[in-house]
């Protein structure tokens, strides 16, 4: 038995939301809840209790029906920190074992910094972690946490695991916070390249989400919100020639100018770390499969 999943969904890659790890492909994404954090606000109703959201009777063999039927490019376990979960780490074993594609986990930085024994049992079965930075978490940081998120992050991939950023941003004034810490780390967005994805929780206007992201890819970050329905917003621009790579509109692809060897059509400079999906697909996705 798999405690806290509550939904399981095939989904568009960029509502996970990822930007450079199988554009325009899909993805099986498996919901935890009663996350740790009990954050007020969360974009994957993570914080929900088993008291006001159905836990799913799924059984591993069930999922990895899903699995082969949909061929997805990607298995998420996401949502409420899903390596902490009560039989979440036999369900990967069963899924790996059946399932040669990327499976990728979803952690928040400061509880995977402080939960490395769960994290390290994961460690060896998944391909990619989505590394969660919440707003409310770094209204102060120092250089010490600072220092810990980096020492985390350069640990990682120096395991050769792909890491991609999603920064949440519940309020304006916290959002300015979050992004002077992740100012504190802008030689390892710079050079390892690893994308930094933004949801933007509160109602505020497209040209002040632009002007957060545009400070960002002017200091050499891969900076976008995947699921905003801005082009200019959602869409991933050349850290070279600054022409639009991957242009998105509300979670969706709307045109790739980068093959599948990661090289920029418009200028040749060349992504390592890009994932091209096995079949592109266009249309918004969102289906409950259990």
Not at 99 to 104: A, C, E, P, Q, T
Request: overall charge positive; some cysteine; hydrophobic content about 40%.
């Amino acid at each position: 038995m798999i405690e806290l999943l509550s939904s399981v969904t095939i989904v568009n890659v960029e509502k996970i939301p990822l930007s450079f790890c199988y554009s325009g492909g899909i993805a099986l994404n498996l919901n935890f809840i009663e996350c740790p954090l009990s954050c007020n606000i969360c974009p994957w109703e993570a914080n929900l209790s088993r008291k006001s959201a159905e836990i799913l009777n799924a059984r591993p063999l069930s999922i990895i029906e899903v699995i082969n039927k949909y061929s997805p490019d990607i298995v998420m376990f996401h949502g409420g920190e899903p390596y902490t979960v009560k039989g979440a780490i036999q369900l990967l074993k069963e899924v790996r074992n059946s399932y040669n594609g990327f499976i990728g986990v979803k952690v928040n930085i400061l509880h995977a910094i402080n939960s490395m024994a769960h994290l390290k049992e994961f460690l060896p079965y998944i391909n990619l972690l989505l590394v969660e930075f919440v707003d409310t978490n770094f209204c102060e940081i120092s250089q010490q946490s600072a220092d810990d998120i980096n020492s985390f992050l350069h640990s990682i991939l120096s395991v050769h695991k792909y890491v991609e950023v999603v920064a949440i941003a519940t309020s304006k004034s916290c959002s300015e916070s979050l992004t002077n810490a992740i100012g504190k780390l802008i030689d390892l967005f710079r050079v390892s390249l690893v994308p930094l994805n933004w949801i933007f929780m509160e109602s505020i206007s497209s040209n002040l989400k632009l002007n957060t992201l545009d400070k960002l890819r002017k200091l050499g970050v891969i900076a976008q919100a995947p699921l905003e329905d801005s082009a200019e917003v959602a869409s991933t621009f050349c850290k070279s020639c600054k022409n639009p790579i991957i242009v998105r509109q509300g979670g969706q692809l709307i045109k790739l100018s980068i093959d599948r060897n990661g090289i920029c059509r418009y200028c040749g400079y060349r992504y390592e770390n890009f994932k091209y999906a096995k079949r592109i697909v266009k249309n918004p996705i969102e289906i409950q499969v259990l």
